[in-house]
Nanobody, 120 residues
Framework: QVQLVESGGGLVQPGGSLRLSCVVS????????MGWHRQAPGKQRELVAR???????YYADSVKGRFAISRDNAKNTVSLQMNSLKPEDTAVYYC??????????????WGQGTQVTVSS
């Protein structure tokens, strides 16, 4: 079994910053890609950023230059530094990890989500 636990969401004013973190634990052999999606009310879930095991990154156009994703392979964590936040960044943010378990199975696992609200 694999678990992902997110932290760091909350309420912030426009232009402010937040840092999300996600810890992956359980029967892990290897973690491949990691990243963050978000889902705003009435909208589909969208990819925000992802990072490969070697550090290669991808960002959605809407967050380029404002968000930065990082990971610590030794601690099985992925983080998302969010700067210059806008009201349209308001959403539930979900971390995910593509994990190979000790049983040899490879699958995507998801966290429970953390609310980010950008409002004055």
């Amino acid at each position: 079994q694999v678990q992902l636990v997110e932290s760091g969401g909350g309420l912030v004013q426009p232009g402010g910053s937040l840092r999300l973190s996600c810890v992956v634990s359980g029967s892990i052999d290897s973690i491949y890609g990691m990243g963050w999606h978000r889902q705003a009310p009435g909208k589909q879930r969208e990819l925000v950023a992802r990072i490969g095991r070697g550090g290669s990154t991808y960002y959605a156009d809407s967050v380029k230059g404002r968000f930065a994703i990082s990971r610590d392979n030794a601690k099985n964590t992925v983080s998302l530094q969010m700067n210059s936040l806008k009201p349209e960044d308001t959403a539930v943010y979900y971390c995910y990890a593509n994990v190979r378990t000790v049983a040899g199975l490879v699958a995507d696992y998801w966290g429970q989500g953390t609310q980010v609200t950008v409002s004055s």
